[in-house]
């Protein structure tokens, strides 16, 4: 059976070291997509259980699936709601809204005052990424919002930054400068701001200075950074298939669609049952960016195109190089000189993101001896109070 399997101890070490790192911040698992495709509700458990207290996603329906799975600590919508229906939804689960614009706070404060119950809520503040949120420089506006929001509290603000991997780093200090001011002016017309937060895992890690009273982390779970670990994550996932077949072919013979590839000697294969619907090879396009064509980003471009590693499996200790163009659901590995068995484990190092949602996310047991527990700080975070729906 191909899979995709989550080794427990890997997390445990990767939120150890978030955790560390964190200090006195509080620690919001980002958990959009699916969590990053490893599965919603087992990656959160799990978040929870090793201490995980904030949650946040970018979708409604991650957010009430959360909440319905019993996930007790707070969940913030990334996104802002309009929809009467939706709002009255998210209230009902105590999930909290984030405030884009004054028309957004209208819309949440209408149902708010309907429905009498406790609604949190975050400012989202644009300083620079373009993609939601008040413009840091609207201050009369947002002092405005949060004032009609009578029946809403406000308990954080927050913004994104657009450029924590660039090399520059002019782009980061300037948010960050932009988001301390309007932090600092609302304080001081006498808004209570709550929490502030604005690093996510790359500008945390390289930034650490902005990690505010909370830090927003994805991929740092994962171990997946987009910088160079000096810390000692760990990955956590990997896709799991087995070898369904093994034999020799003849040199000169093809190999997979399209008349790709050709063996240059007598070459012993092994058919493995994982492909592109397992999402291997399926990859973003992580060509560095650039706002035009000129001759420096085509060179860039083709430099990537050739310099990209070749997919391989690990079979064992090995590395085996797949050959030929991968198909859905089977690829081919050339194992000439070692002796592999039908039914033996390949395992392929992947984004989750892109294994299809079908294929099963298996997770490895938690190990009790860890030492997680011993670090998890003390409860700081009030749980919401209960809820009546009316
Ligand atoms: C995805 C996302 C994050 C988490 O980013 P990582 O780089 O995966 O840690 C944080 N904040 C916002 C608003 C996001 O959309």
Same mark, same amino acid.
């Given at each position: 059976m191909t899979s995709l399997t989550i080794n427990n101890e890997a997390l445990v070490n990767n939120t150890n070291i978030i955790k560390k790192l964190s200090d006195t911040s509080e620690v919001i698992a980002v958990v959009k997509g699916n969590a990053y495709g490893l599965g919603l509700r087992s990656f959160a458990k799990l978040l929870e259980q090793n201490g995980i207290r904030y949650f946040a996603v970018t979708d409604l329906n991650e957010a009430i699936d959360l909440r319905e799975s019993g996930i007790k600590g707070e969940i913030l919508m990334l996104t802002p709601l309009y929809n009467d229906a939706d709002l009255h939804q998210a209230i009902i689960q105590r999930i909290t809204l984030s405030i884009t614009s004054k028309a957004c706070g209208v819309a949440a404060e209408n149902i708010a005052a309907k429905l009498r119950l406790p609604v949190h809520a975050h400012l989202c503040i644009?300083? *620079? /990424?373009?993609?939601?949120?008040?413009?840091?420089?609207?201050t009369a506006e947002i002092i405005e919002t949060v004032q009609l929001m009578e029946h809403i509290q406000t308990t954080g603000i927050f913004s994104h930054f657009?450029?924590?991997?660039?090399?520059?780093?002019k782009h980061v200090y300037k948010q960050y400068n932009r988001f301390l001011t309007v932090c600092d002016t609302l304080t001081n017309a006498g808004?209570?701001?709550g929490m502030r937060h604005i690093a996510a895992t790359t500008s945390f890690l390289?930034?650490?200075?902005?990690?505010?009273?909370a830090i927003r982390i994805g991929s740092g779970f994962l171990g997946r950074l987009a910088l160079a670990d000096k810390? *000692? /994550?760990?990955?956590i996932c990997k896709l799991e298939a087995n070898i369904s077949d093994i034999y020799t072919l003849p040199k000169g013979h093809n190999v997979g669609y399209g008349n790709g590839y050709t063996t240059s000697r007598t070459t012993t294969i092994a058919v493995v049952s994982a492909g592109y619907y397992h999402g291997l090879s399926v990859e973003r396009q992580t060509i560095p960016y650039s706002r035009r064509f000129t001759p420096i980003s085509m060179l860039r471009a083709l430099k990537h195109q050739i310099t990209r590693k070749e997919l391989t499996a690990t079979v064992g200790t090995h590395q085996f190089p797949v050959i030929g163009k991968i198909g859905m659901n089977s690829l081919i590995l050339d194992i000439t000189g070692y002796s592999l068995s039908v039914g033996e484990k390949v395992t392929f190092s992947i984004n989750p993101i892109y294994v299809n949602s079908s294929i099963p996310r298996i997770y490895s047991e938690y190990c009790?001896?860890?030492?997680?527990y011993n670090s998890v700080k003390e409860e700081t975070t009030e749980e919401f109070p209960l809820l009546k729906v009316i």
């Open positions: 644009d300083t *620079g /990424f373009g993609r939601y949120g008040f413009l840091d420089s609207k657009y450029g924590a991997g660039c090399k520059d780093t808004i209570s701001i390289r930034f650490p200075f902005t990690k505010l009273d810390w *000692g /994550f760990m990955p009790s001896n860890s030492t997680l």
